[in-house]
T-cell receptor, first 116, second 111 residues
Framework: DGGITQSPKYLFRKEGQNVTLSCEQN?????MYWYRQDPGQGLRLIYY???????QKGDIAEGYSVSREKKESFPLTVTSAQKNPTAFYLC???????????????FGNGTRLTVT | EDQVTQSPEALRLQEGESSSLNCSYT??????LFWYRQDPGKGPEFLFT???AGEEKEKERLKATLTKKESFLHITAPKPEDSATYLC????????????FGTGTRLQVTL
């Protein structure tokens, strides 16, 4: 079955360490996204990529970095510069192109990161 | 700045007790309004896209409607398996595929 795989489901890190969250999709979607979800807040966009080897900052990119070397993969690194990294991180993808007007986002099942 | 406000924050219904969830939005130019369902510890699951005022879409016990300022998600005769958090999001013209999400309505349906 096609879908988005995020790993690991739970991740624990010590403060000051960088950590990389994995996101892989086999939907052949062009665009991929990273959102952060905190209790009582809406999903907030961290980074997005509409094509391989290109990505743009979202609303809360500070302290995060991404790469898009392959169409299927969009890893997110949470750096030690991120002040409040503990959160639920969601990866999503969508089809791009005028013929797929308003195609919805398809989400993975998230990675819960806890930094102590 | 695009904004989405969902109400109520939480809703408890008995099985069979119909109700509606509200999504009020402010957007520079609405390209689409999306409804998602999210179960605890899971990613959001797509339900509907609405494009213009007056549009309605249905799926099983759910019906979504859209006006120029808000959207409603009507739940008819809900069952316990409808318990979830329902998220609303808007996409504005000129924002690529970026969505602005509301904080969601947490629905609990009891026997």
């Amino acid at each position: 079955d096609g879908g988005i795989t995020q790993s690991p489901k739970y991740l624990f890190r010590k403060e000051g360490q960088n950590v990389t969250l994995s996101c892989e999709q086999n939907l052949n979607h062009d665009a991929m996204y990273w959102y952060r979800q905190d209790p009582g807040q809406g999903l907030r966009l961290i980074y997005y990529s509409q094509i391989v080897n290109d990505f743009q900052k979202g609303d809360i990119a500070e302290g995060y970095s991404v790469s898009r070397e392959k169409k299927e993969s969009f890893p997110l690194t949470v750096t030690s510069a991120q002040k409040n990294p503990t959160a639920f991180y969601l990866c999503a993808s969508s089809i791009e192109g005028a013929q797929y007007y308003n195609s919805p986002l398809h989400f993975g099942n998230g990675t819960r990161l806890t930094v102590t | 700045e695009d904004q989405v406000t969902q109400s109520p924050e939480a809703l408890r219904l008995q099985e069979g007790e119909s109700s509606s969830l509200n999504c009020s939005y402010t957007v520079s130019g609405l390209r689409g309004l999306f409804w998602y369902r999210q179960d605890p510890g899971k990613g959001p699951e797509f339900l509907f896209t609405l494009y213009s005022a007056g549009e309605e879409k249905e799926k099983e016990r759910l019906k979504a409607t859209l006006t120029k300022k808000e959207s409603f998600l009507h739940i008819t005769a809900p069952k316990p398996e409808d318990s979830a958090t329902y998220l609303c999001a808007v996409q504005a013209y000129g924002t690529a595929s970026k969505l602005t999400f509301g904080t969601g309505t947490r629905l609990q349906v009891t026997l």
